[in-house]
Each structure stands twice: as structure tokens, then as C-alpha cells.
């Protein structure tokens, strides 16, 4: 048996009871944040307008998250994958270097509508162990991979976290499920990573696209089309990266649990940001509130990743969620992280634009070795009276290290959901989903997530 036997053979042969307790409950809040980042999303203009476009929700069985429309199920994958990174509030794995969470859930809920539109229940169980395994091989591939430095990792090995939890719903033995892991190889995007640094918001839809090619990949598969033998290791060994090792896909298959290792965000902008605003924060549970006028400079030491968003002046608002100083200086004026500060009054708030060129960045060598287990970063600001408070983190809040109680992460999600439901129904819609593995059916459960028109 190879290793892609091995996976396959683990995903169609995975009990449908199988998922420990935590790892069930994790991925139900996977699930939820994923919900939650989706109607957020959904209601940014470009989105609006994408959603408005004809035939993209032109009808179907899948609900377009946050909206009273449907679409047919590639549509429905690629507007909901879209949506749930443009407010960049998506989760992520930081083993992965990616967010498998957005490649693997609109896919799944696709596919799930129409199973239960032909009259096959789905139980909130069966889902959810469909998204973890989705996770889990997608994620893996990341892990056994290095891609280019030159791309942006959104949309490489997503198509697989899609292909993954459809062929799982649908019952595939584990012959089909690796044809289909081949077939969605195939549809990994060589995408560029200067996107994310230019504002170049065509990257918001890298996501989406993986959650439509996902189900694709499952369609073309059950029509007969063939793929390469080992696509996996053909893509993500020679093509978008010199190197894959095999034995990442399945060293503790089963013991270690990927959606148990994943991160969670409350700053509104990449995680690459979030040292450096944790540490800030530490500077203002100290010293109080900062004036903006009152800075004269701030340091960020950093690993290399973070140090590449060194843009002071970002041209809209995706880039200045890749922007450390922006970052920081939009939180000292704003005194908040949330999605609130980053808005296009945010970026056009002069005082902020003044901050941030008074923010510095610098590589730390060490700080660079420790990753992907660690995400540190020191920050020194000085002050016009020439005092300088410093402080320093290792690890960002929300990951598998120092993880975000439920109860602030159900202040996200109602942050995000009420820009679609009335707060008392984005709270059932909250509950819900949490206790998702519960209900023997999902029927009702979708049904909450339309909104209306």
C-alpha cells in the first residue's frame, strides 16, 4: 500500500462515529467561524455586486450564505469561498501555512444541499466528519509541501480539502476517493503572492474557486475522466513545490488531527500581523491607551514572513491588511482590531497614514527559525518624550498554543452574522451550528443560513 492508498483508504474507511469529542467540537467551530466570516463578507460591495452578476445565483439548491439566493453548487462554493476571505477573518492552520477551513466548507455544504434536495439526509455528524477529513488531507498536503515562495498558497492544495469532504459525503470507496484527490490536483492555481501584498483583490476569490474545482474534480471523476496516478506528488513535488514528503500524509493518520492544531482570528487582517498586535496589546494593558501624536516610532522585530508587509501606504483595503504598519497604527488610533478598523475611513484617516510611516520592521534571524511552531515578534514604541515600552510574544492568541475561549469566538461570529441576521437569529444560527453533530438531519439547519432579502 502507497500513501495515497494509505489516505484514501483512511477517509472512505473513517467511522462514521469516529471523531473524538474534541475533535468534533472543534471542527463544529470551524464550521461556525467559517459561517460567520462567509455573511460577513458577503455584505462588502464588491461581493454584492459579484452575487448580482447573472447566472452566478441564478437559483440552485445551495443558499449563497447571508443572502436569500441560491445557486447551483459550483456557483454556490465559489461565491461563498470568495466572501469568507475578504474580510481576511477566516481560520487557518499555521503547519499548513494556509486556511483549509475556507477551501473545504462551501464545497461541503454545496454537495450537502444537494443530497438533501434528492432526499438523502445528511445527519450534522456525517458533515462534520466530512469537513475534518476534507481538512485533514488538504491541510497534510500543505504540510508535506514548500511551495514557490512566489505563491500565495490560497488555491494550491484547497481543491484537494474540497474534493476530499464531497467524495466523502457521496459515499466514494477508497479507489474513487484518491482518483478524486488526483483528479483535484490537477486544479491547483499558480497563483501569485504579490497579490496579497498589491491589493490585488482578485486573490479573495483564490478560495472559492478551489471549492468549485473541489466539486468539479468529484463530478469528472464519477463521468469516467481519468488523472494522473500520484497527482499529488506530480503538482506539489515538482511543479508548485521541488519538494513533497510523502510520509507527512501520513505520519499519525488518525491520532493527530489537524482541525485540533488550527488558529482563530480576531484581528481583522493576516495572521502574519497578529504578533505584533498581540504584543502592542501587552504595551496597552500596561500603559493604557496610546496617542497617536504622542508616538514618535515604533519597532517591530519579526520573523521574514512578517517583515514582507512593510507597506505604509497600501493602495485599498486588502493591502493594508497585509500591512504591519497599518496594522499597528490603525489599532493605537482605533484602540480596536476588529473589522472596524480596517474600512476604507481607516485608510483614508490621515493621522493613521501618518503612524504608520513612523512604523519600522526588521527581520529577527531567530524569530524566523522558530517557525512554523512559533509566531513571535518584539515591539518597541518610543515616545516623543523618549520613554520606549517594549513588549515581546511567541505564540498568537487563538492558536493551538493559547486558543480564544468559545465565548469570544461567539463575539466574532455574532459581530460578523449580524451584518446579515437580526442578532437574536445569529445567535440561534450560532448555537446551531455548534451543536451541529446533534441533529440527524441538516435540512433546518441550512435553511437558517438564507437571510432575508
Known sequence: MDYLDEVAGFVAGFPPDGLAPDALERTALILADCIGAIAGGMHEP????????????????????????????????????????????????????????????????????????SGREVSGREFLTAIALGYEVGARVGIASRLRPSLHPHGTWGAVCAAVAVARLAGRDAAGIRHAINMAASFALANSRRTMLEGGTVRNAFAGISGQMGLLAHDLSEAGFEADSDGLAEVFGKTLSDSFDKGQMTEALGSRWEVSRNYF?????????????????????????????????????????????????????????????????????????????????????????????????????????????????????????????????????????????????????????????????????????????????????????????
Open 46 to 117: 464588491e461581493m454584492q455586486a459579484l452575487v448580482a452578476r447573472p447566472g452566478l445565483a441564478a437559483g440552485g439548491p445551495a443558499p449563497i450564505i447571508g443572502t436569500a439566493r441560491h445557486a447551483q453548487p459550483g456557483q454556490a462554493a465559489l461565491l461563498n469561498g470568495t466572501a469568507g476571505t475578504v474580510l481576511e477573518m477566516d481560520e487557518g492552520n499555521q503547519f499548513a501555512r494556509g486556511h483549509p477551513g475556507m477551501h473545504t466548507v462551501p464545497a461541503a455544504l454545496a454537495h450537502a444541499s444537494v443530497l438533501e434536495l
Open 265 to 453: 482570528k480576531l484581528h481583522a487582517c493576516c495572521r502574519y500581523n497578529h504578533a505584533a498586535l498581540d504584543a502592542l496589546a501587552q504595551i496597552v494593558a500596561q500603559e493604557g491607551a496610546l496617542e497617536a501624536g504622542a508616538v514618535a516610532e515604533v519597532e517591530v522585530e519579526t520573523y521574514n514572513l512578517a517583515v514582507e508587509l512593510a507597506d505604509p501606504a497600501p493602495r485599498n483595503m486588502l493591502a493594508a491588511r497585509f500591512s504591519v504598519p497599518f496594522a499597528v497604527a490603525t489599532t493605537i488610533v482605533t484602540g480596536r482590531t476588529d473589522i472596524s478598523s480596517f474600512t476604507a475611513e481607516r485608510l483614508a484617516d490621515p493621522s493613521i497614514g501618518a503612524l504608520a510611516g513612523r512604523v519600522r520592521l526588521r527581520e529577527d534571524a531567530a524569530m524566523t527559525a522558530q517557525l512554523p511552531d512559533r509566531r513571535p515578534a518584539r515591539v518597541t514604541v518610543t515616545l516623543s518624550d523618549g520613554r520606549r515600552l517594549t513588549a515581546a510574544t511567541q505564540t498568537n492568541r487563538g492558536d493551538w498554543a493559547d486558543p480564544y475561549p468559545s465565548e469570544e469566538l461567539r463575539g466574532k461570529f455574532l459581530s460578523l452574522a449580524t451584518r446579515a441576521w437580526p442578532e437574536t437569529a445569529a445567535d440561534e444560527l450560532w448555537q446551531r451550528t455548534t451543536g451541529l453533530a446533534d441533529c440527524a438531519t441538516l435540512r433546518d439547519w441550512m435553511a437558517g443560513l438564507s437571510a432575508p432579502g
